[in-house]
């Protein structure tokens, strides 16, 4: 069952002590029920804001800290323009988030940084290395948004060992090892792919991205479809991995996974980068919300703002809630 954001938002500040007698399902009953209660405070150990863990701009602009480098990027199909003039870099190590509304590019976009698309030589660099010459395969890997898309083999053990032809036996041997211990596919490792749960098949896609080498991963779309059981396995387990220091890039239309992991957002919009902020940034920004047609997520409607709740000022994410506690227990 996917709960939404809100119960559970409700359900975390119940725990804290906060007095909510009637479960919320929208951000407006949200709002009222949270004004309706007693001052929440904020602990001492508060986690940082969305703001506050994006990287420094100083950062973004090294050459040795960048692992993506896009300059003048652009594309077309057939006789339409998908990209136009795109510049930008990714600071190696971060999670960013690529939106926008339907046919904007984004897509396109993480096709291209990923070498999926064939790009002009000299426009999209991935650690240093020109994608155009198709030499960076084992810098970057690309999930698509159906799994089955990129499974080729008959076997999980040799869809990972796919990506690994040309190297010796012991080293392919280890690595898919590794891989299937470290994604929990060892008892599968026998199996069709196609014939995996859709979770089981997600974690395969992200190993065989990874199996290479890749400390750069670009995703299209990795929750769209999925059941909220394997949405969030697949979101900590992108989190583990950007622990780790592997650079994540994620195409989605899914606010609230943008306010809980991303430090950093992409606006896509016919084909042009229109902005490029923390997710605190963009969704206090209203008017280039509308243009975008994003839309805000829930928690950030239900406390911006909110009279008498200072301590939820600017709470996007349900991990912030842990942060807080009621002055009086409900009951």
Do not use: C
């Not at 046919?103 to 999209?124: D, N």
């Not at 606006?267 to 008017?287: H, K, N, Q, T």
């Amino acid at each position: 069952v996917w709960l939404p954001a809100v119960p559970l938002a409700a359900l975390r500040l119940q725990r804290a002590g906060v007095p909510i007698e009637r479960m919320p399902l929208t951000a407006a009953e949200l709002r009222a029920a949270v004004a309706a209660a007693p001052p929440i405070d904020a602990t001492a150990d508060a986690p940082s804001s969305s703001a506050a863990r994006t990287p420094a701009d100083a950062s973004r602009t090294s050459p040795a800290a960048n692992a993506v480098e896009v300059s003048g990027l652009t594309l077309r199909h057939g006789r339409d323009e998908v990209l136009h003039d795109v510049s930008l870099t990714i600071a190696a190590g971060e999670f960013v988030a690529i939106v926008g509304p339907n046919g904007a590019g984004k897509t396109t976009l993480a096709q291209a940084i990923a070498g999926v698309r064939r790009t002009p030589r000299g426009t999209v660099h991935v650690r240093g290395a020109d994608v155009a010459r198709r030499r960076t395969t084992r810098r970057i890997g690309f999930v698509f948004q159906n799994p089955e898309h990129q499974f080729v083999a008959p076997t999980v053990r040799e869809e990972l060992a796919y990506s690994l032809r040309g190297r010796s036996a012991a080293e392919v041997a280890e690595r898919v090892d590794a891989m299937l211990e470290r994604f929990d596919l060892t008892a599968h490792a026998t199996r069709h792919p196609f014939l995996l749960s859709g979770g089981q098949k997600r974690r395969l896609s992200v190993a065989t991205a990874l199996i290479g080498g890749a400390d750069v991963l670009v995703l299209d779309e990795p929750t769209y479809g999925q059941d909220r059981a394997r949405a969030d396995e697949l979101l900590r387990l992108l989190g583990d991995l950007h622990a780790q220091g592997t650079t994540v890039v994620v195409v989605t239309h899914d606010m609230q996974v943008v306010a809980e992991h991303a430090e950093r957002v992409l606006v896509i919009e016919r084909g042009r980068v229109i902005a490029d902020a923390s997710p605190a940034v963009l969704f206090a920004d209203e008017p280039l919300v509308r243009r975008a047609r994003l839309r805000v997520p829930p928690l950030r409607v239900a406390f911006a703002d909110l009279p008498g709740q200072p301590a939820l000022s600017g709470v996007m994410r349900l991990a912030d809630l842990d942060a807080v506690r009621g002055t009086t227990v409900a009951g």
